[in-house]
């Protein structure tokens, strides 16, 4: 008969299922462990980065500006998941992902003595920006409208549903470089028609033919 080895068993402590959950929405790895709190970006330079679906077919955009936290978008992302798991071959694309740390204190604590401990993670969405993408496997517009309904609803903003062949993208313009010289275009040479010159001795004989 063979030797066989004892199983050995892993005494390793398992991670919380909450933590385990959460864990995957929140940097691995971070400069500084706390931050300010800052504000929500508003767009003021024209600029349309992030408001257009560039990789699914379907989106779900905000209208107004919000502080999302780790737990809704985690939320949001799970409902979606379960509506469109039946499409084989359907994706999720997440356009947001919370890395700013939010600090709280306890109750009843006095002022000072230093800022508090880190909480949760959030993100800060400007408005107009989309959050979530879906595509792919020929999923349906209806299908992906009601996925994205229910998303909306663990979203603590109003949503709208975008559809990718319906958007107007606005033509791109040159990048002007600050302390740069503007290149004038040459000016094109006016076009000369050479003249046709007539042999007088020929129109004599046209004249008199």
Known sequence: SLNMAPAVRSLATPMDKTQRRFNSLQPKKMKYRKKHKGRIPIPIGGSTKGTFVEFGEYGLRIKDGARLTARQIQAAHTTIRRK?????????????????????????SRMGKGKGSVDYYATRVGMNRIIFEVGGGGIRREHAKEALRLASAKLPVATEFVVKAEQVKPPKTPRAIPGATPVKAAASSPVVTPSVVADPVKVAEAATA
């Open 84 to 108: 469109i798991k039946t499409v084989k071959g359907s994706q999720i694309w997440t356009r947001v992902f919370p890395d700013i740390p939010v600090t709280s204190k306890g109750g009843e």
